[in-house]
């Protein structure tokens, strides 16, 4: 028998990704896809791509009542649309994965400082799991609620956890990252206009990014201690990836492979979805975002800078995979008892 | 148990493809991926997307061992290659799929007319299958032989040939090709050095294109009579992905959208990888290929010209995938007796 | 002592264009950039190539006033707009060059038939000549009104009046465009949103173009014959920039490449901004508009097919500059006495 | 009179922007466009933009036999070529700008540790000006040799070098190089074939980039301190343009717009190619290399990070001008003469 999922707020990018990925999924039954816009289209009209693949209709039914019919619903609306909606569907039972931000901070305080809101429900806060079972499997096995990370965030938490547990990282983390224009949304403006975004790269976010917050909160989690994270963020000429260049200062005397080698390997060996990359030859030597497109994979790799006693620490994730629908997915699977890798077994695509 | 397929020139883009949907297909046991250059190497070093997903290395044995031990061998070895190692498979009794044009035309004169040499196994081209599952099934449900269409030619065929096969056609057809860059392999020159090849619309083959021996051998196929195509082919700024615009003349009393679509409906109703796409809003009012990379569909749609009582017939296709490696992978499940859809049930990605 | 200019419509691509070019014009003052959203804000707000190149504000005054002011006005408004606005301009006596199409053609019927409006001007038609200097000069030398020609219309006309001037052209013309995102304007909409327009090759208008009318119109002006036009055309993934492919049929005794030749040398031979790109060996083959952006050139080629008796007709501009705003302001050199290159003679960039 | 100018390495992506700038400059002749390789073709055939633009053959001639007809040379072969080919130059008397990388560093014992060489003539490496004009103007008035800057040296160390000449900065700076394929130059290879390098974010030089040495030695020049550059660069999906994103350290008491603004203009004020890009409002809020393309502009800004007492100096230039040629130019102007401006007065292209 079929588990019913359904998504509010279906007809965003992360939302044709989520049925996408479970129209693929032999144990779940897609009972809603709801859009209030796009109530009674087609999917395929909003994601051209599930045409004859998934025959079935946006509904603009209430969250509510779609959530009534649903063992889990993924939330996948704006930041503070989802805080409302939230408490709602959690007094009914449902489970819940919630895309946005709004149960990704265990702090509240924290989402004054970086949301620049007063959380309304700060004890429901504690009951969302953040979703990235690299660093949470054991707590979402089974869980009820789970948050799924940013995307820029996930790119550079699965870079630097294990650095941040080997107790490795001195002073300030410079997190540069540079992502495509999928993880803006598919509203259009001016800064997604064709003619004015193709062939940029563009500081969007030099300073006050919003996921360092999470960044901070997962190696704190991770290390036991404080990390203070410099982030930048980039928008570069490509659709789906994300690049996340971490420069991490070390002790010289942890200037050796070896020893970075082995923080990856202990904490990662067994993922099904970290690749290691670092070649000494071959043109895809470190992680690149142009080899995960289409795929769950985080790519990891790492270069040393002896000169600066520095660890680049690099990921590549698809920023709508990994960094959203996939990660959602994954921790489904270990929330629902499923196999994790159900639905998420696609190779990325090459050359693309 | 498992049939044994081997790909013999596994390293190009169309092998890696193969390896790719291979990876993933219940019923087979790849046994060897060939390639002298790279024996001895994992696949995922010339092929990064495979890294994880495929643990196997080149081999660099002779073809013939590697073909004694299959049960199916995938020949992806340029033109000119495939003519001389073909004839020694079909005395081994093994099946073979052609990736390459040596087996694609049935009257051997036009190997001398449009790839300037004689064929000199004129006796073996009747016993290969065209392999485009849409026009050749009931010949492909376990045949020995198939050559898989050139990818140009496989886009321009579909979009044509229920109107062929309708009678419609008055006249030259022009066939205007927009390509991407992995249809012209991966070998590095001057033409496909990034600086010199992003962002041109190039006109590469404007006259003379081998593919329009094969387009006018399909057309007259299922016509019954002569059809001369006017084709020219430009590479533009994308990687994978055809959009094929046939300009096909008519008697103004054909200019009747609903005519036209019949001649689509009655040819192409029941096929797993056919999409019509054809709509009056949205911005996908029309195939494509952005909407087809990474699946094997073709989407097909027309627009009527009563200025110059013309129909525009307009296909997508994935080069690397209905236009080669997806095909020759139907196609074998036809020929192995496995449901068509095998391994290709893969949903396109959107945005990318 | 300068030629005073305003622009009407300033902030627009085409007339950031004009912004651009006429900044670099010794023989000019640009008295007013109008712009009613913008006005007051700096050009460069817009434009941003323009800062620290033009130092000038937008005005939103009346265009009635600006023009007063005025010796020459460039109406860079929508169709449909100026032809509101000009007959007030007659009427002053300023001189005009018109960037939209209400008054590129002479036969007011044909407005009905392809702009689906009674022109209410039919008068004025005669009075503006049709801006390409290639086929209009002599007109232009001096003259009070222009038009500036529609960018694709300009690229096919350019590629094909030699042709038809020389009475080859037999039958219906295959028009095949391949066009940047620039030529749709600066106005954000689903169609132009970064993540689903990258990486397309979108058939936005396979029939109905009307472009149609003003390249029929041209054609007939050189050939003194009719000549029926079937075009389509395409977005590609980039930004600026044109690819025309005419699909011309001749007699077959006209398969002759020095008569070709010949007719294009005729007509073009002395035009400073017309190059010939045909090359036995090299990658720049034929014309790419990949090596005309930033330039007036019109970069013309062709290529012959004796399968079916055509000539392929090729022909590259930057929509922006040989398609708008450089042929515009070569009109205007013409107009006003100056060398017709001034201000026009940029080379192009390579590689871009 | 004209000065007699020449190129050795004319054939390379610097030499054609040299040949495409000089082409257009009223106070020099090109006698010599140098390149053994393609000796007797015309320069089109190679640059082909240039068609049209200049009427000139390569010339295989010695270089020393160019160097003797010519009054300033411009040598642009590669590192390691023009350490061999300089004193040949100086002992003639001629002026020289090199291009590569040969003449840069003062100090010879950073050719050892990051070029791995033991440079053979140190004595030379006083007499070259480090040719950018904003921070050695004076030197370069008259100079006879000049050394052009590293294309990503450039954009670093004209965001960076106000804050160390004002004594800001704190510890390590972390600069992160975006950069497109032309800085990687014209040589074919798989690592620059489309369909691999199409869409990539690829670290290339995450740690040991050779520019660090001057990026080093010019900061410490404008302060008199040491300053350790922790440099990682990026290729991204453009052909032109660098954003460089330096992460710089400040005290907290050091967060001060206003005071980082004064140390810009304090060095900057009177440049002619400097322009400040920081904006509350527009899309184009940051430097963005899409908005420099073609020009000699260097387009500079910052944001402030509280949260890490952060400043992110932020510069934009397109590599092979305001990188390679248009400095380079630009010196030339400055050591003989003329106006600084000369040739370089392009405006940039939008959008593109």
Redesign the interface.
């Known amino acids: 028998m079929s588990t019913k999922v359904s998504i509010i707020g279906a007809s965003g990018?992360v939302g044709?990704e989520l049925l996408?990925l479970l129209?693929?999924h032999p144990g779940v039954e897609i009972v809603a896809a709801h859009s209030r816009v796009h109530a009674g289209e087609y999917v395929h009209?909003v994601?051209?791509?599930?045409?004859?693949?998934?025959s079935l209709q946006f509904t603009g039914e209430d969250p509510v009542s779609v959530a009534s019919k649903s063992d889990l619903v993924f939330l996948s609306v704006p930041h503070g649309a989802s805080v409302k909606l939230t408490p709602k569907l959690v007094d009914m039972g449902v489970r819940i994965i919630d895309m946005s931000a709004d149960f990704r901070l265990k702090d509240p305080s924290a989402y004054k400082l970086w949301y620049h809101y007063e959380h309304p429900y700060p004890d429901l806060l504690g009951r969302f799991v953040y979703g990235l079972p690299e660093l949470h499997r054991e707590e979402l096995r089974g869980a009820r609620y789970a948050s799924a990370p940013g995307c820029n965030a996930a790119a550079a938490i699965l870079a630097l956890a294990p650095l941040a547990r080997s107790g490795m990282i001195r002073?300030?983390i410079?997190v540069?990252v540079?992502v495509g224009?999928?993880g803006?949304g598919?509203?259009?403006?001016?800064?997604?206009?064709?003619?004015?975004?193709?062939?940029?790269?563009?500081?969007y976010a030099?300073?006050?990014h919003r996921h360092?917050a999470e960044i901070e909160q997962e190696l704190r989690a991770v290390s036991g201690r404080e990390h203070?994270?410099?982030m930048?963020a980039?928008s570069?000429?490509?659709?789906?990836?994300i690049?996340s260049?971490s420069?991490v200062?070390v002790d010289s005397g942890d200037m050796d492979p070896a020893k970075v080698w082995r923080a990856y390997r202990e904490m990662y060996r067994d993922e099904p979805f970290i690749?290691f990359?670092r070649?000494k030859k071959?043109?895809?030597r470190?992680?690149?975002?142009?080899?995960v497109?289409?795929?769950n994979?985080a790519?990891i790799g790492?270069?040393?800078?002896p000169?600066?006693s520095?660890i680049?620490a690099?990921s590549?994730i698809d920023n709508l995979m990994k960094g959203a629908a996939g990660s959602a997915l994954q921790s489904m699977n270990l929330m629902l008892g499923f196999d994790e890798r159900t639905a998420l077994?696609?190779?990325?695509?090459?050359?693309?």
């Open positions: 990018y044709g996408r129209s693929r009209r994601h051209p791509n599930l045409r004859g693949v998934l002073g300030t410079v540069d540079k224009s999928s803006a598919g509203k259009p403006s001016l800064a997604t206009h064709f003619s004015e975004r193709f062939g940029v790269v563009r500081p030099p300073a006050g360092v203070a994270v410099a930048s980039h570069v000429n490509m659709v789906r990836g690049l260049t420069h200062f690749r990359v070649d071959g043109i895809f470190y992680p690149d975002p142009k080899i497109v289409g795929s994979f790519d790492f270069e040393l800078d000169h600066t520095r680049v690099l590549a077994d696609a190779a990325p695509l090459h050359p693309i």
